[in-house]
């Protein structure tokens, strides 16, 4: 089975600048979680989607934004980049499932090997 | 104060020796993950958890709900250990996933 695939594994952007991240997860998975990983402020929460819905929202100002389709790829977007943008980030899919109100976490976070951004 | 900590931040040990890496939260949680990064790699999942205890390999986590704990055990450690360890809840609440700032393992050969 296919792990997760992140596309591209590097950029570099200029200030002002937008950036799209694709993130295509592990077949038959149907939650894509999003992260940013930077050495001052380790692994922060981004968003989460669940069959084309956001299910959650860390705390990250409305210039990062993401979206997922149908066959439960994701991609996420920046725009107006700042200097404080670059870092790496991270995308993981896993198995969730729901139960009347609830959800189940059937399975770890299966991580793609990330997309390292860098905003001049 | 951070909803997750971890404890120690770094760890330098000789191989073959017994580690214990300790993970604290302030959250009520669904979900407690245990990750490893290797220095300039990917992030591996090793463990998830809502109770009780896992093993695999020589690697063991525990977790105790009441007192809002976990451990990662690492037995006869190995060079190849050497990475940061990284403990992250699913906060019950609102379902955000928060991570601790990691451990920093070193095992000397």
């Known amino acids: 089975k296919a792990g997760v695939t992140q596309t591209p594994r590097y950029l570099i952007k200029t200030r002002g600048q937008q950036v799209t991240l694709s993130c295509s997860p592990i077949?038959?998975?149907?939650?894509v979680s999003w992260y940013q990983q930077t050495p001052g402020q380790g692994l922060q929460f981004l968003f989460e989607y669940f069959s084309e819905t956001q299910r959650n929202k860390g705390n990250f100002p409305g210039r990062f934004s993401g979206r997922q389709f149908s066959n439960s790829r994701s991609e996420m977007n920046v725009s107006t980049l700042e200097l404080g943008d670059s870092a790496l980030y991270l995308c993981?899919?896993?198995?969730?499932?729901?139960?009347?109100?609830?959800?189940?976490?059937?399975?770890?976070?299966?991580f793609g090997n990330g997309t390292r951004l860098t905003v001049t | 104060k951070n909803e997750v900590e971890q404890s120690p931040q770094n760890l330098t040990a000789q191989e073959g020796e017994f580690i214990t890496i300790n993970c604290s939260y302030s959250v009520g949680i669904s979900a407690l993950h245990w990750l490893q990064q290797h220095p300039g790699g990917g992030i591996v999942s090793l463990f998830m958890?809502?109770?009780g205890k896992k093993k695999h390999g020589r690697l063991i986590a525990t977790i105790n709900i009441q007192e809002k704990h976990s451990s990662l055990h690492i037995t006869a450690s190995h060079p190849r250990d050497s990475a940061v360890y990284i403990c992250?809840?699913?906060?019950?609440?609102?379902?955000?996933?928060?991570f601790g700032k990691g451990t920093r393992l070193h095992i000397l050969p």
């Open positions: 077949s038959g998975h149907r939650s």
């Open positions: 993981a899919s896993s198995l969730i499932g729901q139960q009347a109100d609830s959800w189940i976490y059937n399975s770890p976070l299966h």
């Open positions: 958890l809502s109770s």
């Open positions: 992250a809840v699913r906060s019950y609440r609102d379902d955000k996933i928060i």
